[in-house]
């Protein structure tokens, strides 16, 4: 009779243990936090724009010049807008008058009233020196986040350095092709040329009184009935004749290329390959200047020297 009572005592003593760890089981501890299941990640509502994957880094990214205007007291922040910029993109802008650029937030409000590339915020404009309508390079970067940060906050981003003489005489000869508003203060020269001293006198209109000509020596020929048709010097026609039309050249053939610039605006694609010597390509929307092609990259690379000496310094050797 002993030995059951302790076997029993035993048993009841191991079913309150049990008992009370199956309570415990069914409460949550207080003060511990849940953990939410391992998946894809949301990231927080505060991450700076641009922190994550760059939007452009698979598509082209806008490179224009043009002319710029400051918008109205009620455009905020330090941004610039117009009708082909992507919204909440980061992009360099730069007054092609004095080189001074800064980073701005770029907005894909229109800004073809006034018939500018774009429209820069008071705030964007002080800090390049911008108070009219000017001519600028408007660049798309995809900056630090802590300038992402700074921009979004109204407040400047770090300073950019000016632009270099020869990246402003190339830049300025890209703006010439675009057309300016009334309004615009004209873009710089590309370079100041001083006119010669003059070779020849203009000849008066009217002889001045006193002067005295030898008259001719043989009387003009009276008029015919018929005037006859007009007569090609015989010098003339002879050169034409024996001229030959030159040879064309052999197409050019290699497999490296040098790109020097993408653009929105064929017009302005096109008057830049004409400078250069190159040709134009379209890439979907975009057209794309390149020289070329080259047969070995040491004259590829001479090729792309020569842009970067005329103001381009973003030209760049690619390969077929």
Known sequence: MRYL???????????????????????????????????????????????????????ERFDEVGYAAVAGAGAGGITVSGARLPAGGFAEVTDLATGRTALLETRATPAATRGVLAELSPKAAKLIGMTGTAAVRIRQVDPIAADQVALSQGRPAAPRLDAPPILLNGLRARVA?????????????????????????????TPKPG?????????????????????????????????????????????????????????????????????????????????????????????????????????RVITD
């Open 5 to 59: 009572n302790k076997g029993a005592f035993a048993a009841l003593a191991m079913t309150g243990l049990i008992a009370g760890a199956a309570a415990a089981a069914q409460q949550k501890p207080v003060g511990v936090p849940s953990v939410a299941p391992v998946g894809d990640a949301t990231p927080p509502a505060n991450l700076p724009a641009g922190s994550g994957p760059s939007a452009t880094s698979g598509a």
């Open 177 to 205: 092709d675009v057309a300016a508003p009334a309004t615009a203060r004209p873009a710089p020269p590309v370079a100041a040329v001083k006119p010669g001293p003059a070779t020849s006198k203009p000849v008066p209109a």
């Open 211 to 315: 002067t005295s000509y030898a008259p001719p020596s043989k009387p003009a020929a009276p008029a015919k009935a018929s005037a006859p048709g007009p007569v090609k010097p015989a010098k003339a026609t002879a050169e034409r004749a024996a001229a030959k039309p030159p040879a064309k050249p052999a197409p050019a053939t290699g497999k490296y290329r040098v790109r020097v610039g993408t653009f929105s605006n064929e017009g302005n694609a096109k008057g830049l390959a004409a400078r250069l010597g190159g040709h134009v390509s379209q890439s979907g929307k975009f057209w794309l200047v390149e020289l070329g092609p080259f047969a070995d990259a040491a004259a590829a690379k001479s090729a792309r020297d020569g842009a970067a000496k005329r103001g381009y310094g973003d030209a």
